[in-house]
């Protein structure tokens, strides 16, 4: 009885185990298999090419600079957008709002979070796009910007929850301290809450952001994608390009092996290691919370 | 083209499920060096055989015979409150190059041009970059304004052209829809301006069209020929306007 005990325990043991390191094996499979496809994208294309501000593939013009540009230039205008907004609301929702307010705001949020892409980018092709050449008086709505206001929609969800969640955490006693202190309630969210909360609403922002560097299907929809070089914020009322529109439009019909196929990996690359400086930064910002907590606890 | 055969192949197996169909993709130049190989029956290809590549066939015993099985003609579409009704191919090369940048230029409003194009992966980019913007030429390296937004899908174009009174797009003729307007095309200034139709691009004065053919080791037999015979219907021409294509008008 004991021994088969023991061996079913060993069993579920391994599985654990062995999906506990999948994660981590899948994640460097795809970095090698990144690299193994883009870098040979170095060798083939000249680095003259590579910086050039001009993306043409078929006539051999890989010009990334456009693209990089696009894709930082719409994920700033989202987060120009979506940062003071979602910390906004993370704020009326812990803070002001009554009981029943919050039991209606917290599920809308999440829903926000399930609605997919393409429907965002339907609806940004139909509505908002033209909406926002009439109002504005642009030659065309299908801009960076219009790519930008979805993506903040896509990352409000994510900083609202989590400033949500910071901001729940800071110790009663602080709100106490300062009502105690005769201190208005706009005062005490200003000074003392949303301060004691920072770290962790700084993860949210960058954990949104992050999102925002990736996604793909309502940028593709809705930004135009006329590689441009975008020189300033004013760009935002311009088409872009971004990265991940590049890969998801022009990867389905690439050769494999091609010299176009290994620059688009090599996007990919550029892409990865973005994303991964993003989260980095949002990493080390709960690591130096961890410590600063602990520091106090001892 | 690749769609049309897939879908033709698709269609025919539902009626004849004794015929096996397999269809691969690549482009024109793989599909007839693989005849010439001996490894496929049928090429399909959107372009005519070149010289050399019949040469070649006869260096290794093959006689590739022409079918043409439809046609592909692309439509020039701007807003339908655009008085501009016509456009030469030279007029419509510099607004695609950027050469031309307001409507009032070709005898439009005082608005600027907004540029729509289909992605580079559609043939229909590749077919309009070569027809249009370089107007045929071989040795013309003419390119897209950098400004051009490439749209990923059809409804993307003829919703932004349908809408925003700067636009001027372009698709395959099958897919236009009436909440634009065709623009009738002239291949010079001294030609006819046409409009595209059916029966103009069949009797060749539509100047953006093109023929699609398949290729056949010698004249076909047998099951390969039933194929090509069914393919010449009506009820398989009507599957080429699904996708964009033209049917070729059946004597």
């Known amino acids: 009885m004991e021994t088969t005990l023991d061996w079913k325990e060993t069993l579920i043991t391994r599985m654990i ?10 994640v460097a499979l795809i970095f090698i298999y990144l690299m193994r496809e883009g870098l040979p994208a170095l060798g083939e294309v000249p680095l003259s090419n590579l910086l050039s501000s001009r993306w043409y593939p078929i006539e051999n013009y890989f ?38 307010a919050r039991e209606i705001l917290k599920p809308f949020v999440e829903i926000l979070a399930g609605i997919p892409s393409v429907v965002l980018g339907f609806f940004g092709i139909l509505i908002l796009a033209p909406d926002l050449r009439r109002v504005l008086d642009l030659p065309t709505g299908l ?16 900083i ?28 005490t969210i200003w000074y003392v809450t949303v301060p004691a909360a920072r770290t962790g609403i700084l993860t949210a ?13 309502a940028v593709l929809m809705v930004t135009g994608n006329a590689a441009i070089l975008p020189k300033g914020l004013a760009d935002l009322f311009a088409p872009v390009r971004t990265m991940t529109a590049t890969i998801a439009a022009e990867m389905g019909e690439v050769a494999t092996g091609s010299v176009h196929y290994h620059v688009l990996f ?23 919370q961890r410590k600063r907590a602990e520091r106090i606890l001892s | 083209m690749v769609n049309l055969a897939l879908a033709w192949a698709e269609q025919y197996q539902k009626l004849h499920s004794e015929i096996r169909l397999s269809v691969t993709g690549g482009g024109s130049g793989t599909g007839i ?9 049928i090429a399909n290809a959107s372009r005519q055989i070149k010289p050399e590549e019949i040469a070649a066939a006869k260096k290794n015993g093959v006689q590739p015979v022409e079918h043409v099985v439809a046609r592909d003609a692309i439509a020039v579409i701007v807003n339908p409150h655009n008085p501009v009704n016509q456009l030469t191919l030279q007029q419509i090369s510099d607004i695609y190059s950027g050469k031309t940048t307001n409507w009032a230029e070709v005898g439009g409003n005082n608005l600027v041009i907004v540029r729509l194009s289909r992605e580079t992966n559609s043939g229909t980019h590749v077919y309009f970059l070569e027809q249009v913007l370089r107007l045929g030429q071989k040795d013309n390296k003419t390119l897209f304004a950098q400004d ?20 001027i797009g372009y698709d395959g003729l099958g897919y236009i829809t009436p909440d634009v307007k065709v623009v009738a095309v002239a291949r010079d200034q001294a030609s006819q301006y046409v409009l595209p139709s059916v029966e103009s691009v069949n009797e060749f004065s539509y100047p953006i069209a093109r023929d699609l053919y398949m290729y056949t080791i010698g004249e076909p037999t047998g099951a390969i020929r039933a194929y090509l015979e069914w393919i010449m219907t009506p009820e398989a021409q009507a599957i080429t306007k699904t996708l964009g294509f033209v049917p070729i008008a059946i004597p």
Not at chain 2, 33 to 41: K, Q, T
Not at chain 2, 149 to 158: K, N, Q, V
């Open chain 1, 17 to 26: 185990r062995i999906a506990g390191y999948s994660a981590i094996i899948f």
């Open chain 1, 63 to 100: 010009g990334m600079l456009p693209l990089i540009g696009g894709t930082l230039l719409v994920t700033i205008g989202a987060s120009l957008i979506a940062v003071p907004v979602g910390i906004l609301t993370a704020v009326f929702i812990a803070e002001i709002a009554p009981q029943w």
């Open chain 1, 143 to 158: 801009t960076a910007l219009a790519g930008a206001l979805l993506l903040a929609v896509t990352s409000l969800p994510t």
């Open chain 1, 160 to 187: 609202v929850s989590i400033s949500e969640d910071a901001l729940y955490a800071v110790p009663k006693s602080f709100r106490d301290a300062a009502v105690a202190l005769g201190v208005t309630r706009w005062q």
């Open chain 1, 205 to 217: 922002c960058m954990l949104g952001i992050g999102r925002t560097v990736g996604e793909t299907m």
């Open chain 1, 266 to 288: 090599l996007i990919g690359i550029v892409l990865f290691v973005i994303t991964l400086v993003v989260n980095l930064a949002a990493a080390s910002v709960i690591f130096r």
């Open chain 2, 33 to 41: 060096a693989a005849l010439i190989n001996h490894s496929v029956d």
């Open chain 2, 148 to 167: 051009t937004l490439l749209l990923p899908s059809s409804e993307g174009i003829t919703a932004e052209v349908s809408d925003n009174p700067h636009a």
